[in-house]
Each structure stands twice: as structure tokens, then as C-alpha cells.
């Protein structure tokens, strides 16, 4: 933190400009030594928020004009004086343009570290901090709209309340036992309760959003089954969009497990075609199946596709019965609609699959109306109605939803206290727990090792 760090916070490659950020105390200093303005004037008298043109120098010679913008501590993105050198967008350019920064006192900066530099000294928050890579990644207009309203800071307005709730109990909780006598307590025993259940839910209510949050940010595991030839992967070309698998009328032609990451509506789903599920004296046949069944125990989502132009065999009852003995959400795919229909579908329904999609994968009339349909029944599997990411707090990852989690099941821990006429200071232990568990939501304490692992994912230069 007391070192001055440079990086290149443009994407790598030729482009209009280039931009090399530069952080930390001696920021201005650095900047001096590599950049003469065009009127002479040095870059330590230049206002703070202003642009100046000149030129970039490397070892007193002259390697590019350009633009310099200097940010002074604490109004800056770090909260450190900053300054950003705009340069040509060259490969070779912007490296020397960067090297000569090292060559005046910065040193490399590491992936994340000006975010880093930027929680650290309180200009954002855990969750902003996170949702600044979020905006990065975004690769739909949902994780765009769920990162911008973190970004704009909805999750840490939403825990600062809830902690400021639970603190005032706490004080008071405390209070009643120290001062049995006084009455400095703001809320009676009975009233402490009350609030608590009203924090009980808003809790929950919080814990639940993650199912919404994780769908659209980190995806479904879906997995796409069904016997050979059934149409599976001509499923998985139609909702990746091109011709991700090889599709012939040779019953296994898929032998192993195809992945893709894909938008499907709202939602996002990491796919998996499998090979057929049945029995075969291939052995690599035989190696799919088994990857095929596992990828099946490990699904959350099953797209399970059967062809309508087939009577039920014993393989599809197995299967049937296969995937109705598991957890995960499922929609049975009944593909080749524009064939005469053969399959008895009264079996679905008593193995669990309470949604059935038609459609015809390989058919260009059909397909695009019976694909549209299954999207529209997976986005209604995880989300319901539109949703406010502005005024709605949404958890987005694991890290968030693991301290809401435990911050609720202390709460409920310190209302069974209550309830059951435990001593106050018990119940007063459970809601410090639970203040502690919720400071890890944004950041109020936090181990190094969460932080590392957060801002490691970055990109250098931001």
C-alpha cells in the first residue's frame, strides 16, 4: 500500500488509445518524470480533475503526444492520488509507455489491486468492489442490470440497515443485563422478540434472493440427457445458437460431455450435452454412459429429451425412473413434434416432470417456437415476474449468501433463547455472532484470504 503502482487498464491490443493508470503517493511524482505538458507547466501544479495535452517521454526522448489526467487523494477511484496517461492504443506503445512508469518509481500493479487499493481505503464496498468485476464479465443485459445496482452500492444499503437493527438490540440487550434496574433498554423484552422476527424474515428474504442472483449470475449446471439419437444435440446447437456438436443419424455419435455457457432468457446455464444413456458393449460407448450418469447427479437442471416418434422402451423407463429419483429441477424436451407421435407421455408427470416442452430440434419451422417455449419455462424455474434490482437487494455469489446464511440461523438461534426464558446475555451472545457474520457481507470484517481470492479474479489494471 505505501508503493506507487502502474498498469495498463485498457484491453491488450491496438486500438484508438490506451490508458496507463497510475496510483499511490508518489503518482504525480512518477507522472512528472515521464510526461511534459504542451504549455510546460509541471504535472504537480495542474488542478485536480483536469486534462493537459503533451508529451510522453522515456528516457528524455520523446515516444508519443498525449493526454494527462490527474486525480489527487482522497477524490480518486483508489482514494490515493491517481493519474492516468492517455497514449495511441499500439501493443509495442503502450508497453514502452508502461515501462517508462517503472522506470520513474511505480511498480507493476497486480490483478485487482487498484479495486484492491479502492475497498482498502473505504471508496467502496465488499459487494461494490465485487460487482465492479461483475460489470466486467457481464455477458447479458440481466448480470449488467444485477452488477450496476450493486455497483451503485443496493446490497451495502441494505446491510448497513440490518446491522444498525441488530446492533440497537444488542445495546439494549445488554443494557438489561448489566443494568438490570435502570430500564436503559430502548425495547422491552417482548419488543426485542418482535423485532427479531421482523429481522428473521427480512433475512430470509435476502438468503432466498441468492436463488434469483445465482441463476443470472453464475449459472445453472444443466445437463441434457436422454437416449442415443433422441436429438440431444441438436438441442444444445439450437440454444448455443450454432453447430456446437456433430449431429448425424448414427445412434452415439456424441461420446462425450459438451460444455458450453449460454443466456437463456434471463437465466444462465452452464450446459452439458452428454452421450446416449444406454446399454452398449462398446467400451468407449460405455465410458460416455458413465460420464453421462454422473454429470446426471451432479445437475441442478435436467433437459431430458425423448422422441415423440417412438414408443416407450424399457431404456426410457429406466431413464425415467433415473431422473425421478433425483433432486434437480427437470422439463422433459419432447423432440421431433413434426413426426407422428408414438410416445405415452402419462409416465412424465408420475416421475417428477411437471413441465413438458414440444419441439422439433432439426426442423427450422418448428424449432424456433418450441426452443423460445423451454427458455420461457427455465427462466420461470428461477425467476418470477420482473424484479427491481434498484430497490430489491439480490445476492450474486456464494461468499454473500454463506454470511447471510449464518448471520440468520444466529438470529433464530437468539430468539429460541428468548423464547424458551434463557438468560438475556445467551441471546445477547447468538446476535453478536450474528452482527459478526453479517459484517462479511460488505466488508466490515473480512479475512485476507477472502480478499485475495476476490480481487485475484480481476484483471490487472483494475
Do not use: W
Request: with cysteine; proline share 1%; hydrophobic share 40%.
Amino acid at each position: 500500500m505505501n508503493e506507487t503502482i502502474a498498469a495498463v487498464s485498457t484491453a491488450y491490443g491496438r486500438g484508438g488509445i490506451a490508458v496507463i493508470r497510475i496510483s499511490g503517493d508518489e503518482a504525480i511524482t512518477v507522472a512528472e518524470g515521464m510526461f511534459r505538458t504542451a504549455g510546460g507547466k509541471p504535472i504537480s501544479q495542474i488542478d485536480s480533475n483536469h486534462c493537459v495535452y503533451g508529451d510522453i517521454i522515456k528516457r528524455e526522448e520523446r515516444i508519443d503526444d498525449g493526454m494527462c489526467t490527474v486525480f489527487r487523494a482522497p477524490y480518486s477511484y483508489t482514494g490515493e492520488n491517481v493519474v492516468e496517461i492517455s497514449c495511441h492504443g499500439g501493443i509495442i506503445l503502450t508497453e514502452k509507455v508502461l515501462e517508462a512508469a517503472f522506470e520513474c518509481g511505480a511498480r507493476q500493479a497486480g490483478a485487482g489491486e487498484f479495486t484492491r487499493r479502492a475497498f482498502i481505503n473505504g471508496k467502496l464496498s465488499l459487494s461494490q468492489a465485487e460487482a465492479v468485476g461483475m460489470l466486467i464479465d457481464a455477458e447479458s443485459e440481466e448480470q449488467l442490470s444485477l452488477a450496476a445496482s450493486h455497483e451503485q452500492g443496493i446490497v451495502k444499503r441494505r446491510s448497513d440497515e440490518l446491522y444498525e437493527r441488530l446492533k440497537t438490540i444488542v445495546t439494549g440487550v445488554y443494557a438489561n443485563v448489566d443494568f438490570p434496574d435502570e430500564d436503559l433498554a430502548e425495547l422491552s423484552a417482548d419488543e426485542v422478540l418482535a423485532e427479531l422476527r421482523v429481522i428473521e424474515g427480512e433475512l430470509a428474504a435476502l438468503q432466498s434472493s441468492y436463488r434469483v442472483g445465482r441463476a443470472v449470475c453464475e449459472g445453472i449446471k444443466t445437463v441434457i440427457a436422454g437416449k442415443p439419437n433422441t436429438g440431444k444435440s441438436s438441442l444444445l446447437n439450437r440454444l448455443v445458437g450454432r453447430e456446437r456438436a456433430i449431429v448425424t443419424d448414427i445412434a452415439g455419435t456424441t461420446r462425450d460431455t459438451i460444455e458450453e455457457n449460454i443466456t437463456c432468457g434471463r437465466v444462465m446455464l452452464r450446459l452439458c450435452d452428454t452421450a446416449g444413456i444406454r446399454s452398449s458393449d462398446d467400451a468407449v460407448e460405455r465410458i460416455g454412459v458413465e460420464r453421462s450418469l454422473k454429470m446426471l447427479e451432479e445437475a441442478e437442471l435436467i433437459l431430458a429429451v425423448f422422441d415423440l416418434s417412438r414408443e416407450l422402451d424399457s431404456e426410457d423407463e429406466a431413464l425415467l425412473e433415473k431422473i425421478g429419483s433425483l433432486g434437480a429441477a427437470k422439463i422433459a424436451v419432447l423432440n421431433k413434434s413434426d413426426l407422428v407421435e408414438k410416445f405415452d407421455r402419462s409416465q412424465l408427470e408420475e416421475c417428477g416432470f411437471t413441465h413438458s416442452v414440444e419441439l422439433s430440434a432439426a426442423c427450422d419451422d418448428n424449432a424456433a417456437s418450441g426452443i423460445n417455449k423451454l427458455k420461457e419455462h427455465i427462466e420461470s424455474l428461477y425467476i418470477e415476474g420482473e424484479i427491481d434490482y434498484n430497490s430489491h437487494a439480490v445476492l450474486t455469489n456464494a461468499r454473500q449468501n454463506a454470511a447471510v446464511s449464518r448471520t440468520l440461523e444466529y438470529v433464530r438461534s437468539a430468539m429460541t433463547a428468548l423464547m424458551s426464558g434463557s438468560t438475556s446475555d445467551t441471546a445477547g451472545f447468538d446476535l453478536e455472532s450474528a452482527l459478526s457474520e453479517l459484517s462479511e457481507l460488505d466488508g466490515r470484517r473480512v479475512t485476507e484470504e477472502i480478499v485475495d481470492g476476490i480481487f485475484h479474479r480481476f484483471c490487472v489494471g483494475k
